[in-house]
Nanobody, 115 residues
Framework: QVQLVESGGGWVQPGGSLRLSCTAS????????MGWYRQAPGKQRELVAG???????NYSDSVKDRFTISRSNAKNTVYLQMNSLKPEDTAVYHC?????????WGQGTRVTVSS
């Protein structure tokens, strides 16, 4: 059974930084392209960063040049370094495969950016 556990969220002032982590179990992690998604209140979930199994990255325009996705296959973990955070980055962040069919979604980690 696949399990995704996200952590690292919290409250931060605008301009601050956070590093999110997502650890997967029950899969051969290195085989999968992984992404970070976020869902803000009243909005649909969106993919903000993706990292393929061979190391290619892509970012949504809203986070490009501010967020960096990385992974450690040895630790079955994908990371999201978030810099220059803005209030509009406030959301619950989840990790999952870059494309469907998705694994069961974890609980996510909440990020709040406000002064």
């Amino acid at each position: 059974q696949v399990q995704l556990v996200e952590s690292g969220g919290g409250w931060v002032q605008p301009g601050g930084s956070l590093r999110l982590s997502c650890t997967a179990s029950g899969i051969i992690f290195r085989f999968y392209g992984m992404g970070w998604y976020r869902q803000a209140p009243g909005k649909q979930r969106e993919l903000v960063a993706g990292l393929t199994s061979d190391g290619r990255t892509n970012y949504s325009d809203s986070v490009k040049d501010r967020f960096t996705i990385s992974r450690s296959n040895a630790k079955n973990t994908v990371y999201l370094q978030m810099n220059s955070l803005k209030p509009e980055d406030t959301a619950v962040y989840h990790c999952n495969k870059m494309r469907p069919p998705y694994f069961s979604w974890g609980q996510g980690t909440r990020v709040t950016v406000s002064s």
